[in-house]
């Protein structure tokens, strides 16, 4: 009750744009107070530049020791505010003491600073990502567009992008702007855009840039999913309004673009199977009017994002029925007797299942008794597997599959070439 603390800020700052704020505190009680300790509260967006104090832990607590009755310090901090326009965010200040070992909040106070709009403001559009959804492998066109609102000129300006994401192939940037030694900071300026020598009042342009997505997901752990590729923009003049007491006139932007996860599935068929502990019945090569079994095995593995409402399908084809499931490791199998469909559904299929563990599995057995006019050829024994699903980081909707298999059995190592074809 005895210390004073006190906020002052500007009531009005621009987006991007460095401020000062002031935070003092007073003894007003008729003792001397120890162990005072300042805490500030920042707004989602702030970013802290620096103190006229050091703050003792991360940007935003202040040790402050003892402080004597009758006496007052202060001392300011500086940062920047990312917003809309007219939003208004508040910074906090608790200032605490300790008494008798116990530490107490003595005083708290809280200050607002409104975004108001900048003269100069950028949007960043990019083509190759429709729906702010991006695909591995694929070429970027971005477009960085600035635009003068005032009715005076501003000259010399600067535009930066920084490019933040694992999934950027920055080896890939092509730019007529200066690209940092890292790679990821492109600036803009007279010497490269004559047209920011000055940009005349009510007037606009643009500058680009292209970059491909790398074609891998970066995973290394479990945890590595759900990629974002960020745009970061800032134009900055050294030319002021007269109605803003700046030292210079800034304006942001930002785009983030979601990358698509990617479910791929992997369809197989065995006569021999002992991985599966299955003996199939029957004479391989197949025999003409004679029944065999074969075991049909579909995988699937999810790359960086989870999966929901997983279905896999395949028709089977005249000659050929359905015997049995013989083991899956999640959701559950199907089959509809009249049009010959073998379904599989998952409710969810984790990010990165099957890339860095044991991927999912249905395994399920099939009989097939080739026709006359089969011989001599291989005999089709399952079409085409098809799945969909939808991605939950992107929203967007998967769909794939593996071609259909026949009797020549390409993944059944115990099958030379020319083993499935059907004899008389």
Known sequence: VGIALDLVLPEQALPGEDFAFEVSYKNISPIDVDGLQLRLDYPPGFEFKKSSLSPDIAPNLWRLGGLRKGSEMKFSISGNLVGPTSSKHDIRAVLQAEFDDEVYNVAEKT?????????????????????????????????????????????????TAQLSGEMFDLSTLRTKGIVSVSG????????????????GPRSSGELTFSVRTKGAYPIRRLSDKNF???????????????????KATVGIGRLETKIRGDLRLDAKAFFRDAEAGVVNRGPFPPRVGVATNFTVHWVLRNYATDATGVIVMAALPPGVKYVSSVRMSSGVLSYADGPQIVQWQIDKI???????????????????????NQAKSAMPLIGEATFT???????????????????????????????????Q
């Open 111 to 159: 200050g607002t600073v409104e975004l108001s709009a900048s003269p100069l403001t950028l949007g960043i559009f990019s083509s190759g990502a429709p729906g702010d959804v991006a695909l591995p492998g694929t070429e970027l066109q971005y477009m960085v567009s600035y635009q003068n609102t005032a009715e005076q000129g501003f000259q010399n300006a600067v535009v």
């Open 184 to 199: 990821n900071m492109i600036t803009w300026n007279q010497v490269t855009s004559p047209e920011l020598a000055i940009i």
């Open 228 to 246: 974002v590729l960020k745009i970061d923009a800032r134009i900055e003049s050294p030319t002021v309004i007269p109605s803003v007491q700046s």
């Open 350 to 372: 984790p990010a990165n299942k099957g890339v860095l563990d044991k991927p999912l599995e249905a395994v399920f057995q099939i009989e097939a008794m080739p026709q006359p």
């Open 389 to 423: 699903a939808k991605d939950d980081f992107t929203a967007a909707e998967l769909r794939g599959g593996d071609p259909a298999i026949n009797s020549s059995l390409p993944d059944d190592l115990t099958v030379c070439s020319g083993g499935g074809i059907v004899v």
